[in-house]
RNA sequence: GGGAGAGUGGCGAAAUGGCAGACGCGCGGGUCUUAGGAACCCGUGGGGCAACCCGUGCGGGUUCGAUUCCCGCCUCUCCCA
C-alpha cells in the first residue's frame, strides 16, 4: 500500500491537471536492477532477469487494475539494453568530461560470505547476512567525481523553493562546506619513502599556535608507512588492523574513549619550530580532508580528551571574555571564537576578525594557504555484482583502460550465465565471453571491465528518458527533453534526500554543461509523501511481512474507495495507518455518492445547466450550493498546494450530509432545484480525480459522451461562496460569551450595537467599564472591559 | 552529540493570529411490527442540577485575543555523526 499511495497521490494530480486543460506527462518506470532484485533471486534460485521481468509484469498488471493513469507508451526499465545502453553512455559522456577516475580504496569485506557488502549491509560491523566479521579490503574501484560540482550543487539549493526545506537542510549538511586552511607540516628527519610532509586541513587556522601534537589516520599514506616501516612499525600495524574493524559511527562517536598510538616520528611546528610528536589515531579518518589533523587540545572537544587521556599538554591561545580559562582549570575545550594569546604577530586580535590577515599571512609565510573543503564524496559506483548495468570499458596491456565507443554501445549484459551467486569476484569475471574483447584503441586482445555500475546511476537520468523513451540514438532528444523539462511534480519518500535526489541534480548540471538540456535542476516542486503504516503502527515492509496488497483491497473495498481512504485519513505528507474500518467508511461514502446519483440522474438530465435566479433561492439550496463551490475550493487549494486531500474529502461528506433527499430536491422550486443541480453537477466532477472509476460511471449516467477527464474542471464562483447572514463570536475580554446573527454587510457599528445589547454579554459586563471594542468583520466582537 | 519535524477527545484528524475539536471511525440511544456484523435518524471533550467553569505536552512571553508567533523545558519520530 505504501506505493499505491505514492501513485495515488500523483495519478489525483495528474487527473486534475487534465481536467485544468494541461498537457500531462505521467510516466512510470522500473529501477529494476540492484541487490534487491539480485538477492530475491538468489534466494529462489531463478535468474535475476527472469525473476524481475516477471515481477514488473505482476506489478505493471496491478497498477493497471487499480486505474492508475500512467503513459505506458513511456515505460522504461533500466534493466533493459535498450535503456542501459544510455546509462553507459552517460558514463562515457562522464569520462570525457574528466569527471570519472579509478582509485584503490577499502570496501566493505564479509569473509564468511566471500563477497563485498555495501555500507548498509553493514550491521554493527558485522555481515547481515551471515553476523560474519566485516574487514575493510582495498579494491581497484571507478569514481565520479561529484566534488567536482560540491559549490554548485549547494548553489542550486537557493533556487528551490518548492522543495522541502528539511531536504534542502539535508542536502546542504550532506555536502557539507566547510572554510578553513591547509596547513603544511614538516616531518622532522622524514627517512627514505616515508612523506616529508603532512598537509593538514583545519577549519581553525586561527588556532594554529595551540598545536601541541598530531594525529593522523591509519589508513592514511603516512599512517600505513608508520604501519611498514616506522621506528614503532608493530604497535602501529596492530592498532591499524583493530581499527579497519571498526566503523566510521565507532570511530567517531563522541561518547567514545579517543585511542591512539605513537607513530615514533615527530613533526615541526611552522611558527615555533617546537617538536610535535605525531599519533596514529583512528578518530582521525582517511577520507575526510586529508587524513592529518593539527591536534588543538585547548580548543577543539576531540583534542582535548585524547590530551587528557594522554597527559599531552594544553595551551590556550583562544580567550573567553573574562579572560579566565586556564589549561588546569579546564573540563572541555573552548571551541568558541575569542581573542587570540600567545599567537605570535596576532595577540590580541578577534579571532574572527582577523581571519582574513592571517590567511594571508600564512600564504605570504609558506605555511598553507585558505582552502575550502567539502564534506561530500566522490561517488563510488563499482559494483562486484551481476544484476546492474556494465561498466563500458576495456582493459588493454598495451593502451591501458580504454572507453568503448558510443557506436559499441550497449555493451549487453550476458543473461544466460549460471553462475551469478556472488562469491568475492564480479560474476562477469567467469563468463569468457563477455570478458574477452579486443582492443577499440589498436585492436589487440583486450579484457572488459567486469564490474557493473550502482543502480544510483540507472536512476539519475531516468526523468529525461522520459521525455523521449524509444530514441534508439541518443539517451534523448534535447528538444524534447527542453520542451518538457523541469519536472513540474515529483513525488517520493524522504529516504531519499542525499542519495537519489542528489544524483539526479548532479547528472543533470552535467548534461547542462555538456549542452544537452537548458535547465540545471531537474525538479521545480518536490513532495515527500507519508508511509503507510499497519494497524498496529508498523511501517509495512517485506521483512516485516505486514503488507496489503492493493489489489487485495480493491477486490475488498474497491479501487475508488481504497483511493479515498488513502486520502481521508492524514495529510499526504503524513504517515498513516491502513484502517480496515477506515477503508470501510471511504467504501459507504462511494456508495453514497452512486445512489444519489442514480437516484438524481434523470432529473438531472431534464435540467438546464445554467443557476439563474440562484439568488432567489432557499436558505438551504444556498446552502448547498455553498458546500458545493467551497468543496471546488478545498481541493483547487490542496492540488495547487501541500496535497493535502483530508478537508477536500470532509468537504463531500459535508455537501452530502447537507443535501435534501432526492424527493424533495425534485419537487423543490425552480431556483432551488437549479441550485440542487449545480451542486450535483460539480460532485460529479469534482470527485473525478479522487475516485475515477465511479467519476467515469456518473459521468456516462449523466449523458456524457467522453471521458469525464476531457470535462472541464469547474471554476469556483465566489458569490457562491458568500453568505447574506453570518455568526458572529462576542467575547468579552478574550472569553466567549454570546453568538450573534448579524448581517454580512453589517457596518462596524451595527455589529458593536448588536454584541453590546446581547444579554448574556450585559452579564459578563456588569459593573465594569468598557474601555475598547474590537470588530473583526465577518468573524467575532472583543469588548476589553 | 548535531539537524529537521511532530505532540489537539476513546481513535484518525480540522482550524495556522479571531467561535478549538469540522469530517470520519468508534461508542451510546432510537427507527425499520423477529434478529442486526445492513440501512437511516439523534447524541457524543471534561466538570457542574444549572448559571457557568475548565480544556490543544509543560512553564514563561508578545497580543484586545495564541492550537497558531517568540523563549525555555519534556516526550516521540525521522535524518546525519
Known sequence: MGHFRNYGIGDAVCRWMLMNGKDVLHPFGWDAFGLPAENAAIKRGIPPGEWTRRNIAVSRSTLESVGMGYDWEREIATCEPDYYHFTQWIFLLLHERGLVYRKNAPVNWCGDCAT?????????????????????????????????????????????????????????????????????????GAPEGCPDVLEVFTTRPDTLWGVTFLAVAPESQFGRWCAQHGPNAAEVAAYAAAASKKTEIERLAASREKTGVLSGLSAVHPTTGESLPV????????????GYVMAVPAHDERDFAFATARGLPIRIVIQ????????????????????????????????????????????????????V??????????????????????????????????????????????????????????????????????????????????????????????????????PFDPVQANAWLPVDLYIGGAEHANGHLLYF??????LHDAGYL??????????????????????????????????????????????????????SADEIRWSEKGAKGAAKLVQRLYSLFTDCADWLKSLPADVRGANDASDVARDVRRHAHELLRRLDHAFAGDLALNPAVAGIYELLNVFPPPASAMAAGDADQRCYAEALRILSLAIAPLTPHLAEEVHEMLGGEDSVFRARWPAVDPGALARDEVEIAVQVRGKLKARITVAADADEATVRAAALADAAVQRALAGREIRKVIVVPGRLVNIVA
Open 279 to 290: 599519533f596514529v589515531a583512528d578518530y582521525v579518518l582517511a577520507s575526510y580532508g586529508t
Open 518 to 571: 537548458d535547465v540545471e535542476e531537474p525538479v521545480v516542486r518536490l513532495f515527500h509523501h507519508g508511509m503507510v503504516a499497519d494497524a498496529d503502527g508498523h511501517t509495512m515492509s517485506k521483512s516485516r511481512g505486514n503488507v496489503i496488497s492493493p489489489i487485495d483491497n480493491a477486490q475488498a473495498v474497491g479501487t475508488d474507495a481504497a483511493r479515498i481512504a488513502m486520502f481521508f485519513f492524514a495529510p
Open 373 to 474: 573543503t567539502f564534506r561530500l564524496r566522490d561517488w563510488l559506483i563499482s559494483r562486484q555484482r551481476y544484476w546492474g548495468c556494465p561498466i563500458p570499458m576495456v582493459h588493454c596491456a598495451a593502451c591501458g583502460v580504454v572507453p568503448v565507443p558510443k557506436e559499441a554501445l550497449p555493451v549487453t549484459l550476458p543473461e544466460g550465465v549460471t553462475n551469478w551467486i556472488p562469491e568475492g569476484r564480479s560474476p562477469l569475471a567467469d563468463v569468457a565471453e563477455f570478458v574477452a574483447t579486443t582492443c577499440p584503441r589498436c585492436g589487440a586482445a583486450a579484457q572488459r571491465d567486469v564490474d557493473t555500475m550502482d543502480t544510483f546511476i540507472d536512476s539519475s537520468w531516468y526523468h529525461i528518458r522520459y521525455t523521449d523513451p524509444h530514441n534508439a540514438d541518443l
Open 116 to 188: 563485498v557488502l555495501a555500507n548498509e549491509q553493514v550491521q554493527d560491523g558485522c555481515c547481515w547476512r551471515c553476523d560474519g566479521e566485516v574487514v575493510k579490503r582495498d579494491l581497484e574501484q571507478w569514481y565520479i567525481k561529484i566534488t567536482d560540482y560540491a559549490q554548485r550543487l549547494l548553489d542550486g539549493l537557493d533556487d528551490l523553493p518548492r522543495w522541502p526545506r528539511s531536504t534542502i537542510t539535508s542536502q546542504r549538511n550532506w555536502i557539507g562546506r566547510s572554510e578553513g586552511a591547509e596547513l603544511r607540516f614538516a616531518v622532522a
Open 320 to 371: 573567553n571574555a573574562d579572560a579566565s580559562l586556564s589549561p588546569d582549570a579546564m573540563e572541555n575545550a573552548f571551541s568558541a571564537a575569542g581573542r587570540m594569546v600567545a599567537s605570535g604577530p596576532f595577540d590580541g586580535r578577534d579571532s574572527q576578525e582577523a581571519m582574513g590577515d592571517l590567511l594571508s599571512w600564512l600564504d605570504a609565510q609558506g605555511i598553507g594557504k585558505a582552502r
Open 505 to 510: 541534480r548532479f547528472i543533470t548540471k552535467v
